[in-house]
């Protein structure tokens, strides 16, 4: 197929400050309004940027430990964020017994929402309850403790929430679930999301699988479906899924695949409404990226230098956190992040239902370091698509950028 070109290309800035750590929009969510109300989630932290526990890629600790959950609102699709819709929904430097009291409230009735209504959404966070009192990796069993997830709605573009959350159950045999923010609305009313779940044991995890998650009574339970990926090798994992439905009702899955049988974006589908899915089929290609006349010559290094500090193309791996929207007009867009040099943001494109996928396309090219990503993204009335994604500064800072485009 021919590769569209994206085409009237901004950035700006949502969020960014000397003293803060803004990072992961996609594991809080983006969600827009009739009118072109956006509201983007990060998780926000302060940070002196001292020292590397506080903010590098896979050593922050301290800073998963003790983020906020912060709400961004722009009322003119993106143009600008003013400061004083800024929300802080949640606290993750709570304590463990602060937290079981507003997931677990004692004889505590659940509101009645109708989720049809375009001013509702959902909210799927994730916190660490006990394991919050122990810095550092786990040591045995007793100590991993999973982290819970769990769901709450709200009627009125996120300015208020139901009083009570409900609190998601990983499938029979596995501790922990982690639920894709999008949502998908089904024909019949119901709502589907993809998830990733799998079973914490002492230091390390057994490798994860994407499932599938359901409610048909507007939230008020929230069940497993099936399953929709695993790494027949064992070696690996399928991750990052993100769905979106197609107008013939087929749902597409489109994930990651890390390892195993191999690191590439990949793609399965359903004609059953979510109860079987094809085996993952590999949507990109080698040998025709775009990428590599935009590398910087002196900027990559060795894989272990790459995985120890996270520098300019020593990550070996190159794609991070694919996400699949249906535009208006029917085709399939898929936004990603590539993590080796050059790194950047990229889009690939399919106009036959994701029967045949476009060549890689570059939103944005040459960022600092590989810690970036994340994307979560619209589409607005005029056609053109936002998304907001985090990035980090020669300094080390990270924060919370925006793409408005057109393809």
Request: charged share 25%; proline share 5%; glycine share 10%.
């Amino acid at each position: 197929m021919n590769t569209p070109e994206p085409r009237e290309i901004e950035h700006s800035i949502l969020c960014c400050s000397d003293n803060t750590y803004c990072a992961h929009p996609r594991n809080v969510g983006l969600w827009r309004f009739p009118g072109d109300e956006i509201v983007v989630g990060h998780c926000h932290a302060e940070c002196n940027y001292d020292e590397e526990t506080e903010y590098h890629h896979t050593r922050c600790v301290a800073y998963k430990q003790r983020f906020k959950v912060l709400l961004q609102r722009s009322l003119d699709g993106g143009a600008t964020w003013p400061l004083e819709h800024n929300r802080t929904i949640w606290d993750e430097g709570t304590s463990s017994d602060e937290k079981r009291a507003v997931l677990y409230p004692e004889n505590a009735a659940r509101d009645e929402f109708d989720m049809s209504h375009p001013d509702a959404a959902f909210f799927f966070g994730k916190t660490s309850l006990d394991a919050l009192e122990r810095v550092g990796p786990a040591k045995t069993d007793a100590e991993a403790a999973p982290l819970a997830t769990y769901v709450q709605r709200s009627a009125d573009r996120l300015r208020t929430w139901e009083r009570v959350p409900f609190v998601i159950t990983p499938p029979d045999g596995l501790n922990w679930v982690n639920v894709h923010r999008t949502v998908v609305r089904m024909p019949d009313g119901s709502f589907v999301v993809s998830a990733v779940a799998g079973k914490r044991v002492g230091i390390g995890m057994t490798q994860g699988q994407v499932a599938l998650y359901g409610t048909d009574d507007d939230g008020m339970t929230w069940h497993h479906v099936s399953y929709i990926a695993g790494d027949p090798t064992g070696l690996g994992r399928p991750t990052y899924p993100s769905l979106a439905l197609l107008a013939s009702g087929r749902l597409l899955c489109v994930m990651l695949s890390l390892e195993g049988m191999g690191h590439f974006m990949c793609v399965s589908h359903s004609d059953d409404s979510g109860f079987t899915w094809s085996n993952p089929r590999c949507i990109v290609r080698l040998g025709q990226s775009p990428w590599v006349a935009h590398r910087e010559r002196g900027k990559y290094g060795s894989v272990a230098e790459g995985r120890m500090q996270g520098q300019y193309g020593g990550q070996p791996m190159m794609y991070r956190s694919p996400d699949v929207m249906r535009l208006a007009d029917g085709r399939i867009v898929v936004l990603f992040t590539r993590r080796r040099q050059p790194t950047g943001l990229g889009v690939i494109l399919s106009e036959d239902d994701g029967a045949t996928w476009s060549r890689e396309q570059i939103l944005l090219k040459n960022c600092v370091g590989s810690d970036l990503g994340y994307t979560q993204a619209t589409q607005l009335e005029d056609g053109r698509i936002f998304m907001a994604y985090y990035l980090t500064r020669e300094d080390g800072v990270h924060y919370i950028a925006g793409t408005h485009f057109r393809i």
